[in-house]
Each structure stands twice: as C-alpha cells, then as structure tokens.
C-alpha cells in the first residue's frame, strides 16, 4: 500500500517522507519554546537552519498549505508551523479542498 | 489475576482538549459534544478501575520520522503531556502501570510481535484527551496507564488484522497478570476525518454511525477491511480507527453495548465513543 489509489487522497508514502524529510524536520523543531521564538524573530534563518530548498522555504514562507503537503509535508509536523501563526486547522482544510473558508466550513463540516 | 472491567472506543481529537483549556465546553458548538460523554465519565466514576490501557497513535509530537515504531509500549513509572507547538498543557503527568506493561511487552515477545520499548517517553492528546473525556480533569489522575502506540502516520500503518491479534495479546497479559487490578481498555482515533488532500474535511457520518452501532457485536467485517477500505469510508486520518480493534479484540465474542455517542463535526472530525462490557 504505498501509491494513492484513492481520488483526491494523498497517503504519507515513502515519497512523502523523503520529499518532506527537511520541512517535517523543521516544523517538528517547533516542539520547542526557543526554536518557536527563532522561527518568530528570523523565519527564512530558521528554515535554512533546516536546509530547505528555495521551493520550499517559498512555500513556507507564504503558508502555502497546499504546496507544502504536495511536497511531502506532512499535516501533524507543519500544524506546529500554524500554531506559530495560529492558524486555524479549518484553513489549512479549506486550502487543500480548493475553498474559501466560510465555503469549506459549509459545504464539507455542514456548518453554517 | 487482574480483570478487564470494560472496552471504551473513543475519539481524541486535540480541539476537545483546546476546548476544555479555553473553558469554551459550555458552548453551542461543543456542549452536545461533551453532554454526550457525562455517562461515560458516570460509568467510569463507578467501575474504578486501577489501570487504563490506552491505545493510540502520535501526531508527529513524540516520535519523528527518523524512527517510525509499527507498535510502541511505554514501561515508564510515568509520562508527561508533550509540548504540540502551543506549549506544554497543564494536566497531570500519568502515572505509568511499569509491572503491567513490561508482563505485557513479554507476551508479546512470546507472540512473535517485536514492539518497541520505551522507558522515557511524553505522549500528545492522543492519550491526554480520552483520558480527560473519561476521567475529567481531577488533581491527579485515578489510574496509572499502559500507552501502546500504534503507527498511522507513516505508510506502510500495521494491518487491521494485526491490530486484531494484539488485542488478543492484551488479553492474555492482562488476565495471566498476577494481581487483582482491574484494567479498562481505551481504544482511541477517529471517527472519519481526513486533513489532507483535496478531499480534506471529508466526514462520513453514515459509516460513523454503521461502527459505533456494529462495533460492539457485528463486528466480523470491520475486523476483514483492508488499510484501503478504511481509508476510502473513514478518510485518511480516520483509518486511525484500526486502533479500536485492539479493544474490542481484547474482549469477549458477544458484549454488552452499554452507551454510545455520536457528534460531528468536532472540529473537523467524526467524533463520539462506545462503552463495552463483557457479559
Ligand atoms: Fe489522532
């Protein structure tokens, strides 16, 4: 079981834990209160810290959540990444789906 | 021996544990939620157990990808909440079931599984909020704990059939463990939820209310699903219900279904439990 066979749902494959080693690495960092506050006081210091490439560092950098889990970014690590800012999990669920918010929280939580 | 006093399947969802630390369960939103587990909480309150063996995954808190265990078993005297990028919650550190666990990590050995074995370890909401749902939020906990982690992060996840046959294991352990504890099982995750891919936010409320009505005493096909099948009915975070067949495996063919509850959406998430007894 390692390809997606099912439609519009990534599995945290192989390819996503090679692809997303550095950017997991990263976010998981942010476990800890120092590293919360180096990544607040210089974030671009913080990530190359962590190696990441210029695609990534861009996709972090402008929380782009949809690119970061298509480049093996897994949810559980880079929600640490949204804890920092905060941002709502609901947000990160509405970027994937291709929704705005108040749309996601609607159509696909039955909220009004 | 010791005795298995009850299986409880239930959620984990860390807004649950936000909720309470805001002091928002009162709210619209949430108040059916937590309404619904004040039985459970009741019927936990008057078996007493010594020990809770919670079964459960990390969230990428404790474990990194640079070790991905298929099973983990705690042997600590005890285990800290875990810092999840909001800083360390301020609940009790769990008290670990050290003689339990290590009985337990033995049969497993002589049951051809190869667990890893952790002496210093903290855990994520995956443990702290079934135990704050069942145990509310008391100065120090009433029980001492067994975590078993369970790998739903990283693919290849362990079977659901796997998941099974640890059950059967736990049993064993449990009633050929010289003592007089009396032991519930927590089987945690779920119910459907998916966070990633366009399909994010998924919820299946149908297949939510098919488990929690069946889990209990039809449980045949759960127990025959493939990794596949859980993911396409329950999403690909709600496979983390593979978890509750540890629990149910660990407990006797026929059971009685004492309560169930169901809420969705807990944030993005199926949410509710089972309360199970042996006849
Ligand atoms: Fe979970």
Redesign the pocket.
């Known amino acids: 079981m390692s390809d997606a066979q099912i439609p519009e749902t990534p599995l945290f494959d192989r390819k996503g834990s090679i692809d997303g080693y550095r950017i997991n690495k990263m976010a998981m960092a942010l476990g800890d209160p120092a590293n919360r506050e180096a990544f607040k006081a210089d974030e671009e210091a913080f990530l190359d810290r962590y190696k990441l490439t210029p695609e990534q560092k861009d996709a972090v950098m402008s929380r782009d959540w949809n690119r970061m889990v298509a480049m093996g970014g897994n949810l559980f690590f880079i929600l640490k990444i949204a804890a920092v800012d905060p941002t709502p999990i609901t947000a990160i669920g509405a970027a994937q789906a291709g929704l705005d918010h108040a749309d996601f929280l609607k159509q696909r939580l039955g909220k009004e | 021996m010791a005795k298995i006093i009850g299986g409880v399947g239930t959620?984990?969802?860390?807004s649950i544990g936000a909720a309470l630390d805001k002091g928002i369960s009162d709210n619209p939103d949430w108040k059916p939620f937590f309404d619904g587990y004040i039985p459970g909480k009741e019927w936990m309150a008057e078996k007493k157990p010594d020990i809770a063996v919670v079964i459960?995954?990390d969230?990428g808190n404790t474990f990194f990808l640079d070790r991905v265990p298929t099973f983990a078993v705690g042997v600590a005297d005890h285990y800290d909440p875990v810092d999840e990028g909001y800083g360390r919650r301020s609940i009790p550190s769990f008290e670990g079931a050290t003689d339990l666990s290590w009985h337990f990590v033995d049969k497993l050995v002589e049951n051809h599984f190869d667990p890893l074995v952790c002496r210093e370890i903290e855990v994520d909401?995956?443990l702290q909020v079934p135990m704050e749902l069942f145990f509310g939020r008391p100065e120090n906990w009433p029980v001492k704990v067994l975590p078993i982690w369970v790998n739903?992060i990283q693919y290849p996840i362990p079977t659901p059939q796997r998941c099974w046959e640890m059950g059967k294991v736990l049993r064993e352990a449990i009633e050929s463990f010289p003592g007089d504890e009396r032991v519930v099982i927590m089987g945690?995750?779920?119910l459907s939820h998916q966070l990633q891919g366009s399909r994010a936010g998924f919820i299946n409320r149908e297949a939510d209310e098919d488990w929690l009505n069946n889990i209990a005493n039809n449980y045949e096909k759960f127990r025959n699903m493939s990794r596949e099948d859980y993911v396409e009915q329950f999403g690909s975070?709600g496979a983390?219900l593979i978890m509750w067949l540890v629990m149910r495996a660990a407990m006797d063919d026929k059971v009685d279904l004492k309560m169930k509850h169901y809420h969705a959406p807990a944030s993005m998430t199926g949410a509710g439990m089972v309360v199970l007894e042996n006849l």
């Open positions: 959620s984990h969802v860390p459960f995954n969230h909401h995956g739903t945690t995750g779920g975070e983390e």
